[in-house]
């Protein structure tokens, strides 16, 4: 019965994340519309969760998300996918240890590569249209930008709070006074 109380608990936060993402941050202004719950929510649940339970929330989100988007249904599913297991791959060899820099890094290189590949399959699935490289256009960059800027902020934010209430994670690079 807990078994089943926790699998149905986990659904609805990834509604509930999806739901935030998609009503919420995407329609506030440009600003604040970079910020990449979902994303971030992924790359917080490697740090909690099994490499499993991680992949089908990527693929349950992506999914959501597709399911909402007017881009080709797939995108979205297979970025996050990709992303989910560049991260794991990231800290299973490179950030083994549970430290502010190692969630400040793989939160950089995953939003990076997540919006890389994600920009990658709209321009693909484009290539017929007069679009041009995603790479030129300083949109992309700004936007990428300010995405890193949240991600990482959030990431910190979360990664203090944390520190303040649970010995999981190492201090590293945060002075508990």
Request: hydrophobic share 65%.
């Amino acid at each position: 019965m807990k078994r089943y109380f926790i699998v149905i608990l986990l659904v609805l936060v990834l509604f509930l994340v999806a739901f935030l993402q998609l009503a919420l941050v995407n329609s506030a202004p440009y600003f604040f519309s970079r910020i990449n719950l979902i994303l971030l929510v992924l790359i917080l649940a490697l740090f909690f969760f099994d490499f499993k339970k991680v992949i089908l929330g990527a693929l349950a989100l992506g999914l959501l998300i597709d399911i909402f988007s007017f881009r080709l249904f797939g995108c979205y599913t297979l970025s996050l996918f990709l992303v989910v297991i560049l991260a794991d791959f990231l800290l299973a060899n490179w950030f083994t240890n549970h430290s502010a820099y190692s969630f400040l890094a793989l939160t950089f290189f995953a939003t990076l590569f997540y919006n890389l590949e994600l920009y990658n399959f709209f321009y693909l699935s484009n290539f017929l249209s007069e679009q041009h490289f995603f790479l030129g256009q300083a949109n992309f960059w700004r936007g990428l930008g300010l995405e890193l800027f949240w991600s990482l902020g959030i990431i910190f934010l979360f990664f203090w709070l944390m520190n303040l209430t649970t010995t999981r994670l190492k201090p590293i690079f945060l002075d508990k006074r």
